[in-house]
């Protein structure tokens, strides 16, 4: 069972993911599904030990095994990777209040985004979903039930238009997971703030008059955040 | 409302315009770093040529010159350079027949999460879409001689057949539809007379926003759980699926009208031994989409090799739904989304002598809509 992380917050503490199913879910779906895999390589520092993002068969046979409760460690490490990120946007999002919020019936959801450039979605007192917004597979036709997570582990559909190459961990190749994610987030937010349905309760005035960070202004917060934490 | 609280609402929404300008710094300091770069590279120059076709739909004076300068400035110094590295990235050959797949989704979600996700990836898609089409028309513009280049065409044929396909299937693209609409109303509203070409790619924009006033439903969000509209015992469904007591008082809401009589209608048998039934489903298809389905059922007839075409909207191309045979009554299974729609079915094979339309919940029949009997012909 993966031991669930959490980020102190005021009054709650938020719990990264409800329980060890819709985490392992998140990891099938996102960190382990390609086109998000090519770039959760560069996001989480062991990862490439784990497994090769690119391949489909290597990929399907962890996740395979994870939903057998086998190799438990090292879905724990990724896991960690994982939550160490989403801690993060989380920060980044309350600090620089990157984050909007919206009536998701009758209970407070959340919508944010950090200098990794993950998009983030979170209740109090859980993180609900964490992807790379622009690279996410889509949803295939299954029941998404436990019971069919053992015959296809990684539901949903990978994108195709990449190439095999691990892509390395460079300033460039996270500003570009930065500078798409915010792309993506902000396309999100104006159509919140659009669509009355949504019922945005809390708006958020720095992602509607805050230009995308410029490369150089990002590498020194990303700095000055690394420092200070 | 007073001014100041319209003003701080105001500083509050992220524009279209500044959508699209809010980039411009982050585009000019990252291009000189990757303009090189084989993976990010062809990327970012799409980014680039998008944003600048982009700025060219809205009106002058709306836009921030100074940064449409600077833009102008990277976009005029080389062309040709970022035309050819833009060529470099493809764009989905598969994008129709995603996007097929992503619509056949909605039968198998229910949580509200996974309904979020599902309208998420929709308008990824759209946007996809219109940043490609973006950059192919500033490409032509800017560096016409490519037109003839390999990769230029096999783009341009790429982005005609998924503009095609969302030009037939709208409704498809629901959950995109504010988006887009909110862009659209910010366009230039002479765009057709500025530019045909820049114009062309701002129709299925148009045509989702027509698909909003359709339904005058200003959200794809009309699809949620908690806008569930039926007839009969739905109600009774939805509330338990959120958990409601069913004694406690609902909000009012529209309500399907139910045919109790069934409707006859005459066909005329065509040369070739079928015919075409026709008719309009006369209520607010809500919550179709989502978890629930409209089935149409042949009532106590054999079929032996019905070919169903349903034409959702008759003005645009026919629409092949497979016919699912069981025991003689044939069912089509389809998620709707819209409003009010017209049906037309043409049917080959046997007699048909009633049509049934009834809605389905989560594999339970809730309620007949329609009934229809056909008469004055034997097929």
């Keep these: 069972m993966i031991q669930l992380r959490k980020v102190s917050r005021q009054p709650n503490d938020i719990s990264i993911f409800a329980n060890h199913e819709a985490a392992l879910e998140h990891i099938c779906d996102h960190v382990l599904t390609r086109e998000e895999s090519y770039f959760w390589v560069i996001l989480i520092p062991r990862y490439r030990d784990i497994v090769n993002p690119t391949n489909d068969r290597e990929l399907d046979i962890l996740a395979s095994a994870f939903w057998r409760d086998q190799e438990q460690d090292l879905l724990q490490e990724l896991y960690e990777g994982y939550a160490k990120v989403i801690a993060d946007e989380l920060h980044f999002s309350y600090h620089d209040s990157w984050y909007w919020e919206q009536d998701h019936y009758g209970k407070s959801r959340y919508f944010g985004i950090g200098l990794h450039g993950v998009y983030v979605i979170w209740s109090l007192p859980t993180v609900v979903s964490a992807m790379l917004l622009p690279y996410a597979a889509k949803k295939t036709k299954t029941s998404f039930s436990c019971h069919d997570r053992l015959t296809t582990p990684r539901p949903r559909r990978p994108g195709s238009e990449f190439s095999n190459e691990i892509r390395s961990d460079t300033e460039e190749n996270r500003y570009e997971i930065f500078f798409a994610g915010c792309q993506s987030v902000r396309r999100e937010y104006m159509d919140a703030c659009a669509d009355k349905k949504k019922k945005v309760v809390r708006k958020c005035p720095e992602i509607a008059k805050d230009k995308v960070i410029p490369v150089e202004d990002w590498k020194k917060r990303v700095f000055a955040n690394r420092s200070e934490r | ?21 809010g980039e411009i710094d982050a585009l000019l300091s990252f291009w000189p770093l990757v303009s090189g770069d084989p993976d990010i590279g062809p990327r970012q120059a799409v980014n680039i040529l998008s944003t600048w076709a982009h700025l060219r ?3 002058l004076k ?13 976009v005029r110094s080389d062309p040709k350079q970022l035309a050819e590295a833009a060529l470099r990235f493809a764009f989905p050959e598969n994008w129709p027949e995603s996007a097929e797949e992503l619509d056949e989704v909605w039968d198998f979600v ?7 996700d599902l309208e998420r990836s929709v308008r990824e898609m759209f946007y996809s879409l219109d940043r490609f089409s973006l950059a192919l028309y500033a490409v032509e513009r800017l560096v016409p001689e490519l037109r003839a280049n390999p990769r230029f065409m096999e783009l341009r044929h790429r982005l005609e057949n998924a503009e095609e396909y969302l030009q037939i299937n709208p409704d498809v693209f629901l959950s995109a539809a504010v988006y887009a609409s909110t862009l659209f109303n910010s366009y230039k509203s002479d765009l057709y007379e500025f530019d045909e070409r820049l114009w062309e790619t701002t129709l299925k924009h148009r045509q989702l926003q027509e698909l909003l006033d359709e339904g005058e439903i200003p959200s794809s969000r009309q699809h949620s759980p908690a806008d569930l509209i039926f007839v ?3 109600q009774r469904i939805q509330d338990s699926l959120l958990g409601k007591d069913p004694s406690e008082e609902t909000e009012p809401i529209d309500v399907v009208q139910a045919d109790t009589e069934p409707e006859t209608k005459l066909v005329q048998l065509g040369p070739s031994g079928s015919a075409w039934l026709s008719f309009q489903l006369e209520f607010l298809l809500v919550e179709l989409g989502r978890a629930s389905s409209l089935r149409i059922t042949f009532d106590g007839i054999l079929i032996n090799s019905g070919t169903l075409q349903l034409i959702s909207r008759p003005s645009l191309s026919n629409k092949q739904f497979e016919l699912r045979l069981s025991d003689g009554v044939g069912e089509c299974k389809r998620s709707l989304k819209g409003a009010i729609k017209p049906f037309h079915f043409k049917v080959t094979g046997n007699s048909v002598p009633s049509i049934r339309v009834s809605l389905w919940f989560q594999g339970q029949q809730t309620s007949t809509v329609k009934t229809l009997k056909f008469e004055g012909n034997e097929f």
């Design chain 2, 62 to 74: 709306t836009t921030d010159e100074s940064l449409v300068e600077r833009l102008n400035v990277l």
């Design chain 2, 1 to 21: 409302m007073k001014n100041e609280d319209i003003r701080e609402e105001e500083s509050e929404i992220l524009t279209p315009q500044w959508l699209v300008l």
């Design chain 2, 57 to 59: 739909r809205f009106p």
């Design chain 2, 110 to 116: 229910v949580e509200s999460d996974q309904i979020d």
């Design chain 2, 232 to 234: 009969d015992d739905t």
